[in-house]
């Protein structure tokens, strides 16, 4: 599954410890999730979508081997 | 998040530990005094404190390692962490139970029993685990 991630993060200027402490992750957990080596639960993905106020869809998308 | 809450924090880490290693030293400490008179006594005792290891283990494998330790991405490198452990767990029982049957490598497998699998199924857990904490910690911030 990719995501936009760090591209948020840029645009919100946060960084990967600042976004995880907003979402109740540690942040190795966001560092996990932006390098695609963990795909987040629908509660985490949510949670990272509302941070920065854009649809769920907008953030994460399926790829063709998901 | 709720995974956090069922882990032993990292404060109290020192209990598993404990439960580990102290029953196996008083265990030698025993031994040096001759406590005990018969093998009978010496193996009822050795299965209690095997018992009270593993389940210092088990405490161990359910602490928090790390202070970020207990999100949900940690709770799925557990369950890999135990998944490996039982297909490895059970691979070695498998090959120690044929080289057993056809006496390869002229090696007693009679010793082979709960404790020891037990024991090895854990060990490998705890060391799956690690890998995967040690792998996480060298993961750079952005």
Known sequence: ?66 | MKAKKSLLPKSKLWISLTLIFLPVLLFFIFLQFEVFETSDVLLKVSRIIGSVSLFGMFLLFMSQWTKDDGDEMYLQMRLRAVLYGVVVGITGLLVSSVFSLVNWLDIDYAHYNGFGLMFFILFMILTNYGLQMYALSKQKEE
């Open chain 1, 1 to 66: 599954m990719k995501n936009n991630i760090k591209v948020e993060r840029a645009r919100h200027n946060l960084t990967q410890a600042e976004l995880a402490e907003k979402v109740g992750v540690s942040r190795q957990t966001i560092n996990s999730i932006e390098t695609k080596k963990y795909d987040p639960s629908a509660v985490l993905a949510l949670k990272i979508a509302s941070v920065f106020q854009i649809p769920f869809e907008e953030l994460f998308q399926l790829e063709d081997d998901d």
